[in-house]
């Protein structure tokens, strides 16, 4: 049972997205010339190579998607998809939606697929952000963008899934996407439904977030509820066992084949 607590601890709260970014960058690095010598050629392309292209691209991503350190993102597989033309294999995908998972991933679909419904829903929280900070807030949504950029947001900010997204929208329009927006998942959490978010290079930087940090607040309940039991067990567990143990060392009558038997099994227990 303790070994559970140690798997929830190590996956959850000490893996960080500086890490996750670290990694990742070699393997964008390594996309990028790949990536811009497509898209700049995209449109020389025949129809035939055309679907080619894109098919690969997508069962690449479909095959290794879940890694969290793969540098598959849906954000960019997204962008992809619209930028190289795969207008079939795109309309399929915003049908489909098969990585649709949780609010962060619905919220991205939502940018791609059906950019006016992702800017009216998110729209609030830009604002609510800018005026927190007592900026006066604009009614253009790059404006909103270029400004998201220059703040120092809070834990709680970074949480709302169309802040996650709209960071993104605005390495898009100020830098390009390559190697300055950075996704984390966590796909096989006991008791969690799949952890899936999104951040910009410069938070990251100027505040190391924790995977923990993207969870549920349901799954953060659960895990802990699990952390305790399995803490609770963990002592009972020693607690019984040191008690065999200190019987079988006092009582002489106890030390005999069958009691050093029983120690054994006791101490194999810890």
Not at 185 to 200: A, Y
Not at 254 to 268: D, E, F, P, T, W
Request: aromatic share 12%; charged share 20%; net charge positive.
């Amino acid at each position: 049972m303790t070994k559970l607590g140690v798997l929830l601890l190590s996956a959850c709260m000490f893996v960080s997205f500086r890490d996750v970014e670290s990694i990742n960058t070699a393997v964008v690095a390594g996309q990028q010339f790949l990536h811009y010598t497509l898209e700049k050629n995209v449109n020389n392309f025949n129809e035939t190579e055309r679907n080619k292209t894109c098919s690969m691209f997508i069962k690449d991503f479909r095959k290794f998607w879940y890694n969290s350190s793969g540098g598959k993102y849906l954000t960019e597989y997204l962008s992809f998809l619209e930028e190289w033309l795969c207008h079939a294999q795109f309309s399929l995908e915003c049908l489909k939606r098969p990585y649709d998972f949780n609010q962060f991933t619905k919220t991205t679909y939502d940018r791609a697929c059906n950019r006016s419904v992702f800017e009216t829903q998110c729209f609030s929280s830009l604002v609510a952000v800018s005026s927190v900070r007592g900026r006066n807030s604009s009614q253009k949504w790059n404006n909103l963008l270029r400004a998201l950029k220059t703040y120092q947001l809070s834990d709680a900010e970074l949480q709302d899934p169309c802040i996650q997204v709209a960071l993104y929208d605005a390495v898009v329009l100020e830098r390009g996407k390559y190697g300055y927006y950075h996704e984390s998942k966590r796909l096989l959490l006991p008791f969690c439904q799949i952890s899936w978010c999104g951040r910009d290079a410069e938070n990251i930087n100027r505040n190391p977030i924790k995977a923990w940090n993207c969870l549920p607040h349901i799954c953060k309940v659960n895990i802990i509820i699990t952390m305790v039991i399995c803490s609770i067990l963990a002592v009972a567990i020693v607690v019984a066992n040191l008690s065999v143990i200190l019987v079988f060392v006092i009582n002489e009558k106890l030390r005999n084949s069958q009691g050093v038997y029983k120690i054994s099994l006791a101490c194999a227990d810890f």
